[in-house]
């Protein structure tokens, strides 16, 4: 049985907690987040489940954790590991393999090199082992691309385009991408740290390079916002014309003075739902999807198919390099 703690109960961690229920063999015995919405509640009606499950929304982790002692931490409430290193650290003290979504603990050792090292020695100080994972950064433009060149003899350039269509996505996944700002306010925002756009292009490439086994000698990010033509309405959200209807980030890793790696991530409304990776090379590939990934669910998915890896990897902080290749696992083919 795999007994875990949800910290972090917003659409994320929601999606996981309900993918895991799902399972056989997991169970969920307890429940952490601070937002006075959700604390006191059981987890059963925050999850939108015809029962109660005698497990209420508790606001402080220790407390939790002492009392029921997981065996795995489903971690999702914020993208940059200085803001949630302490959480992750708490949970390793009370021995728990630590699966979390947030965006820079993907590749930690590029902006957080110090809290890294402290991760790694504190999990494995107490046996455990701390992941970052997500559908991207985790799998779409790091893990899946770096796959993809195994049959190549060589390879000069490796491209990834991700589009999707923002009036589709959560909407916090809305606010952060800033939909309905005007021009200047998305970029005051942007610039304050009120909003984040995607946050991991500099986490995927590096952690593509490790796993390809290339250093790579500079690693840029830019976002832009994309504009309405016309005023439009999705939802409770009214984006008047040349508001922000979405963005457009690139990131890209140098070799030899040239874009080796190209990430493009076009997040807007009306835009179409595909993900496209070209590997140039001996022999030139193209692999496409061209119904697009539904990032939510997937992030939850491979959160949850993950937890045997990480329980069997070694203990210590770890990206997915370090462990065997995540898969769903299968009981019956009928859905
Ligand atoms: N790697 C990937 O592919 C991937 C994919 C999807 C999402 N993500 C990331 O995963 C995270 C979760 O996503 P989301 O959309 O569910 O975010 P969200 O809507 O911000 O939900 C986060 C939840 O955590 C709570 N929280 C914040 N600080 C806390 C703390 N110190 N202790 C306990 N609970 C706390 C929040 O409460 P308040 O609302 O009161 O602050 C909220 O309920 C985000 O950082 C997102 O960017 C990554």
């Known amino acids: 049985m795999v007994r875990f703690v949800s910290y972090g109960l917003g659409p994320i961690g929601l999606l996981i907690a309900s993918v895991a229920l799902t399972r056989h063999g997991y169970e969920l015995v307890g429940a952490i987040d601070i937002s006075p919405s959700i604390v006191g509640r059981d ?96 799998f779409l433009m790091d893990l899946l691309p770096s796959l993809l060149t195994a049959p190549c003899v060589k390879i000069s350039k490796i491209e990834v385009t991700r589009s999707l269509d923002a009036s589709n996505r959560r909407k916090s996944f809305q606010k952060k991408i800033g939909l309905g700002l005007s021009q200047e306010e998305f970029k005051k925002r942007l610039l304050s740290g009120d909003i984040t756009c995607h946050v991991g292009f500099s986490e995927s490439i590096l952690l593509m390079a490790s796993i390809i086994g290339v250093k790579l000698q500079d690693v840029t990010e830019t ?78 998915a491979i959160v949850v198919n993950s937890v045997q890896r990480v329980a069997e990897a070694k203990p210590g902080l770890l990206t997915v390099k370090d462990i065997l290749p995540i898969a769903c696992p299968v009981v019956s083919v009928k859905l």
């Open 43 to 138: 987890v059963g009606q925050v999850l939108g489940l015809n029962k109660l499950m005698g497990i209420k929304v508790e606001s402080n982790a220790e407390t939790v954790l002492k009392n029921v002692k997981p065996d795995v931490v489903f971690h999702a409430t914020g993208s940059y590991l200085d803001k949630v290193y302490s959480q992750i650290s708490l949970s390793i003290v009370h021995r728990a393999d630590v699966i979390s979504t947030c965006e820079t603990l993907a590749y930690p050792y590029y902006r957080y090199p110090e809290l890294a090292a402290k991760l790694d020695k504190e999990a494995k100080e107490h046996g455990v082992s701390v992941m970052g994972l997500g559908i991207n950064p985790g």
């Open 223 to 300: 976002t832009e916002p994309l504009l309405a033509k016309k005023e439009i309405s999705i939802g409770d959200v009214q984006i008047k014309e040349s508001h922000v209807r979405g963005i457009v980030g690139q990131g890209v890793g140098y070799l030899d003075g040239l874009d080796f790696i190209r990430l493009k991530l076009i997040a807007a409304v009306g835009e179409q739902d595909y993900e496209e990776v070209k590997i140039y090379g001996e022999p030139n590939l193209t692999w496409r999807c061209n119904t697009g990934t539904p990032g939510d669910i997937a992030t939850a």
